[in-house]
């Protein structure tokens, strides 16, 4: 077991920057410490920022059956240099993820990750039996609209309600509110309800006034970042599902962030090619992995976001939300999955330098100051300043889907 010390660290504790070093064992934090300690390897921070590992909830990472637009290799080296550690995988691939076998085989295939990674098990209106049986998944993920791939959900809904502990929602319009009434109607104190890629004003209006302990807001970058004006510059470039939205919408995002009613940020990474993106009828989506870290250390930048909020949305909060053991903190005994930033680095997003395959970005052009420079998974560095070494992640782990202290009644009351 190896251990190695990294010095000259700045953390965020209880929403203060503070200065502490760290002492790795092997892939654990040991101690985290103001003292300086002997180790088999040493790290300099330089008085950067270091944050827990980023967690990104919501990947499309396309394999199996599209690995022309990404793959466990090409996404992982991706997000690793984005500053992101642990990855979700959405269910959307070819084949879904809807069976037993099909989440098997992705499980052989994510081995290939420099990331640590986990994946969300997709619904069908007549897949319940997989749904009961299948085992250390993220959640069970409902399209209750159409996206890519064909997993639109409009039957038996109750009973996918009835049987799954956390249910993630693709849900927009009329959706949101009936993923709340199922919720509710099928709801125990085991249940999660999250809402992927919130978009809209409305939905967050519905969503705050039924909001329980077990109720969850995700958003996304390009949600926060771009609006339905900027579709004139970027064409098919700038197509996905969710839509873009008005400057109202997106001004209403940012009010949730800082009033503390978004849970998390997840890049929705969802690449297709250049080719793809420019057809007469252009896919939806768009990649997210490399640059989420950037956009948002340049909010914090900006003022726009505290440390502290940035280190809950992705770090400790989907940590917590999907039960996921022993991450998304900065504490003795949790997993060194970690990211060194430099806040003060300035730079332009540049499409020549993108690891995935996809080699384009919406954000192509935009300056943004705060970057990440190393990223560490299982105490091994797997980025570093422009660096790739290609250390193999591990499945998360999920701790049991317990009650939470809230009681019953208070998640049943009418709005």
Not at 242 to 266: F, H
Not at 392 to 402: A, D, H, Q
């Amino acid at each position: 077991m190896i251990s190695k010390f990294i010095k000259n660290c700045r953390i965020v504790e209880n929403g203060k920057i503070v200065e502490k070093n760290m002492l790795l064992e092997g892939d654990k934090i040991a101690l985290v410490t103001d003292e300086r300690i002997t180790a088999e390897e040493i790290i300099d921070a330089k008085g950067n920022l270091v944050i827990p590992g980023v967690i990104d909830c919501h990947v499309h990472f396309r394999e199996p059956g599209l690995t022309h637009k990404e793959d466990f290799v090409s996404g992982s080296y991706a997000a690793a240099k984005g500053g992101i550690t642990t990855i979700l995988d959405m269910p959307n691939t070819v084949p879904p993820t809807v069976t037993l076998e099909a989440l098997d085989e992705k499980r052989n295939l994510a081995k290939k990750s420099i990331v640590n990674y986990g994946f969300h098990f997709g619904a069908t209106a007549s897949n319940i039996e997989a749904i009961k049986k299948a085992e250390n998944i993220a959640s069970v993920k409902v399209f209750m609209n159409e996206t890519t791939g064909s997993l639109k959900v409009d039957e038996n809904l109750d009973a996918i309600f009835r049987e799954a502990k956390t249910i993630s929602v693709h849900a927009e319009g009329e959706a949101v509110q009936k993923a709340v009434d199922l919720f509710k109607k099928h709801f125990d104190k085991s249940k999660t309800l999250y809402f992927c890629h919130v978009s809209t004003a409305e939905a967050l209006k519905i969503i705050k006034r039924n909001k329980t302990a077990h109720m969850y807001i995700e958003v996304t970058p390009h949600h926060l970042f771009l609006a339905a004006d900027d579709l004139v510059k970027l064409k098919g470039y700038g197509m996905m599902k969710p839509s873009l939205k008005t400057k109202e919408d997106q001004d209403a995002l940012w009010d949730a962030i800082s009033k503390g009613l978004v849970d998390t940020i997840a890049t929705d990474h969802a690449p297709h090619t250049k080719e793809e993106k420019e057809q007469e009828n252009p896919l939806s989506g768009v990649p997210g992995v490399e640059t989420m870290l950037p956009l948002l250390l340049d909010a914090v930048n900006k003022n726009r976001i505290t440390p502290q909020q940035l280190t809950d949305l992705i770090s400790k909060n989907p940590a917590k939300i999907f039960k996921i053991k022993n991450k998304g903190m900065i504490a003795e005994g949790y997993d060194a999955d970690l990211t060194i930033v430099d806040m003060n680095m300035q730079k332009e997003v540049q499409t020549d330098e993108l690891l995935s395959k996809c080699k384009w970005s919406p954000f192509e052009g935009k300056v943004l100051k705060g970057w990440p420079v190393t990223t560490i998974v299982n105490g091994n560095i797997v980025y570093d300043h422009g660096s790739i070494f290609d250390i193999k992640g591990k499945e998360v782990k999920y701790f049991k889907r317990i009650a939470e202290k809230e009681d019953e009644q208070d998640v049943l009351k009418n709005p």
